[in-house]
């Protein structure tokens, strides 16, 4: 008889043993050369199925040798993407091509496979499949009931986190460092316990890295050349809580219940997110809530009535899409972290699922603020409502998220009144912070001064706006002094006074209308603690112009640097002076004052009288330069 088998039964080793039985005795075994590519493959990423297939089919071979059976590898091997698609059923089909071609049996234990092979007309053997046990894992020896997870490495001592949450301590657990031959034993370990056993799966396998999912460890695996040595994490939860367990549970479950919410649930690395994120889910699940969980990858613990899902062909939205149609009362969505994770959320909020995020933030307000630039502003309160910040395994805060059309805390003008999202603290039911669009920028205003500072966020987000207005039309230096929450002092150079006022006072009195401030417009002189002297490196300016040539001596002619003119701005680099304040001159002539990024450049809209200036002595050919202000 012929016979072809596949993949499956390779791996078992059921077709020597078949031959053992005498239910194979002298057989022609055509043995497919893609089964043979994918043993490889699956050896290479060092699989135990993988080195079991070599191990079958060497015995095959001297079986051959031993005249009991004939053995040729025939068929066309499945290149690279076949390989990839494996479970698409790529090289199942070049499989059953070679039985149809050699008019020969099919062997399998993939019932799928056989099915499909009945379906094609295929004379098919189907046995049924060696169910492994696996037992625990070696690197469990590492756990004990504290600990809640461990950091293996190779040439390093074993660490793990243990203790609670919130009190966690980052310690070795054993004096030896790990040799290579040990790690690999246990990547070994790992990878076969994920093929083998129904509570395990692998959730990515990508060149270097791999994340098993194996009963509730999530384990991964880092090697070269993603990371610089063989590195194995594996994490497992300490303990599973409910709402109970936590400060402002009632508050929380009476949101939660009165109608679909979009909750965020923010905290730094550690903090509790997501044991938190799973006693919400246990709640509403409780609560005969429809719940599921988008996680990547899956290692939420809850129960069973509850749905994980992953992203859909790598994709998220077709994730969202999916659990669109199944319609959940609420989605745990574990980790909101990338823009389109966080346009995802949006959407399935905005069409009706009740949405609970995990985001990492350091502060409560961080968490709302990941959401500007990637939601309109205006719909932020419709996608969340509610912010629960975790620190040390429990609520520190609760937000509650609201628009209002109002003028915003600490501007007087009623034309400036505007859609403001409100951000209250709901223990106290006081507004904490302000977010609304401010001249053309997007803001967010504290309301609460516990910092002990004279100057509020209102006044700091005035100030800098009448610098930024004031700035972009004058050339020397800019100071600005707020008098009250309606009126500021703003001092400039004497023959930029022109300039900042303008025709007929028209430009000043657009800043002014613009801000809903009133500006009085003053030289620097007028400045009542103004010690600036009218020459050396901050003399900028003067009667008549003649003084704006500042006198250098050696060492002081500044850093030449190359603008560079884009569409939008001109770009100014200045290497090393991150933060500092410095003029920009041209051939020595003062242009203006302007504090360096963090990127170390300077950037001047074009269309501004600065930018005018300084593209004329570009043109001009003179040299700029940078001195310390």
């Known amino acids: 008889m012929n016979v072809v088998p596949d993949t499956s039964v390779v791996v078992d080793g059921r077709v020597s043993e078949r031959v053992e039985s005498g239910a194979f005795a002298d057989a022609t075994v055509y043995v497919p050369e893609a089964v043979v590519g994918e043993l490889e493959a699956q050896a290479n990423s060092d699989r135990d199925i993988g080195w079991q297939g070599l191990q079958e089919l060497q015995r095959l071979a001297d079986l051959a040798d031993d005249g009991r059976i004939d053995v040729e590898f025939v068929g066309r091997r499945a290149n690279t993407e076949e390989i990839e698609r494996a479970r698409a059923g790529a090289i199942d089909a070049l499989i059953r091509d070679v039985a149809a071609d050699y008019d020969a049996t099919f062997v399998t234990s993939d019932i799928v496979q056989g099915e499909v092979a009945k379906a094609q007309g295929l004379d098919v053997e189907y046995l049924e499949p060696y169910d492994e046990e696996i037992g625990e894992l070696a690197l469990e020896s590492y756990f004990d009931d504290e600990t809640m997870s461990v950091h293996l490495k190779t040439g390093v001592r074993p660490m793990a986190k243990r203790g609670d949450v ?57 090697e070269p050349p993603f990371s610089d040595g063989v590195e194995i994490t594996a994490v497992r939860p300490v303990v599973k809580t409910t709402m109970a367990d936590y400060d402002y549970s009632e508050e929380i479950e009476e949101r939660l219940l009165d109608r679909q919410r979009g909750v965020l649930i923010a905290g730094a690395p550690g903090a509790g997110k997501s044991t938190y994120a799973q006693a919400v889910a246990g709640f509403l699940s409780e609560a005969d809530y429809s719940v599921k969980t988008m996680e990547k990858p899956r290692d939420l613990q809850v129960d069973a009535g509850i749905t994980q899902y992953t992203e859909l062909d790598g994709d998220m939205d077709k994730t969202a899409d999916a659990l669109l149609m199944v319609r959940p009362d609420y989605t745990v969505y574990d980790e909101v972290r990338k823009t389109d994770d966080f346009r995802t959320f949006a959407d399935m909020r905005l069409a009706g699922v009740g949405m609970v995020g995990v985001v990492h933030a350091t502060r409560a ?8 630039g990637r939601v309109e502003l205006g719909m932020i309160p419709q996608v969340v409502d509610t912010v629960a910040y975790i620190e040390a395994g429990d609520v520190e805060t609760i937000y509650d998220v609201a628009t209002e059309v109002k003028v915003p805390h600490g501007l007087m003008e009623e034309d400036l009144a505007r859609p403001v999202i409100v951000v ?206």
């Not at 301590?169 to 040799?179: F, G, H, K, S, V």
């Not at 307000?365 to 500007?372: E, N």
């Not at 010690?531 to 003084?547: L, P, Q, Y």
């Open 166 to 222: 919130g009190a966690v301590r980052y310690e070795p657990i054993a004096e030896e460092a790990l040799d290579e031959e040990t790690m690999r034993d246990y990547v070994h370990d790992v990878r076969n316990a994920a093929d083998a056993d129904d509570e395990g799966f692998t959730e990515l396998s990508e060149p270097g890295m791999t994340i098993v999912q194996f009963r509730n460890y999530r384990i991964a695996i880092a």
């Open 365 to 372: 307000i961080d968490a709302l603020q990941r959401l500007i």
């Open 424 to 629: 209250s603290d709901h223990e106290t039911q006081r507004p904490a912070y302000e977010i609304y669009t401010f001249n053309r920028q997007v803001v967010t205003v504290p309301l609460d001064d516990a910092d002990g500072e004279d100057e509020t966020g209102v006044d700091r987000l005035a100030r800098n706006e009448i610098e930024r207005e004031v700035r972009s039309v004058a050339r020397g230096h800019v100071q600005v002094e707020l008098q009250s929450q309606n009126r500021a002092v703003v001092y400039v150079e004497e023959d930029d006074i022109s300039y900042v006022i303008g025709k007929g006072g028209g430009r000043i009195d657009q800043i002014e209308d613009s801000l809903g401030i009133d500006i009085d417009v003053r030289t620097l002189d007028e400045r009542p603690d103004h010690h600036r002297s009218t020459g050396g490196a901050g003399g900028a300016g003067g009667s008549g112009g003649n003084d704006s040539r500042v006198s250098e001596g050696p060492g002081h002619a500044g850093e030449v640097v190359t603008p560079e003119i884009t569409s939008r701005h001109i770009i100014v680099p200045v290497e090393g002076r991150g933060g500092e304040t410095v003029e920009v001159r041209a051939d020595g002539e003062y242009l203006f004052t302007a504090t360096v990024s963090r990127g170390g450049e300077i950037q001047v809209s074009r269309g501004s009288a600065i930018a005018e200036e300084m593209e004329q002595a570009i043109d001009r050919g003179q040299q700029v330069t940078v001195v310390p202000s």
